[in-house]
Nanobody, 127 residues
């Protein structure tokens, strides 16, 4: 499975961006999809998750500002980010798992052998 993110950019505080993540290869049965981010000097954190039954989960820091969605026909995951803040600046990664039910994002380990990761797309928000 290959995951390729796009849409990252440098924007001003208060602006919006939409990130995309397109999957290719053996994409069947990817029941859990998520966006993570990592800023320099900080740990990777889960931002939003969407499950195969359309359940969504958000980090408290982005609740109400970010929306995760997917287009299964296009094998693409999206993250619409509104009212961006400087604290949202980070490298954003999409991730996918076949395990069901979906585990909390805090349990998605970068090296657990169960999670597929993209290479990331940079978001920079200036004040």
């Amino acid at each position: 499975v290959q995951l390729v993110e796009s849409g990252g950019d440098s924007v001003q505080s208060g602006e919006s961006l939409r990130l995309s993540c397109t999957a290719s290869g053996e994409t069947h049965n990817m029941y859990c999809l998520a966006w993570f981010r990592q800023a320099p000097g900080r740990e990777r954190e889960g931002v939003a998750r969407i499950d195969d039954d359309a359940t969504t989960v958000y980090a408290e820091s982005v609740q109400g500002r970010f929306t995760i969605s997917q287009n299964k026909t296009k094998n693409t995951l999206y993250l619409k980010m509104n009212t961006l803040k400087p604290d949202d600046s980070a490298m954003y990664y999409c991730a996918a798992r076949r395990n069901w039910p979906c585990q909390p994002m805090a349990e998605w380990d970068a090296s657990d052998g169960l999670t597929y990761w993209g290479q990331g797309t940079q978001v920079t928000v200036s004040s």
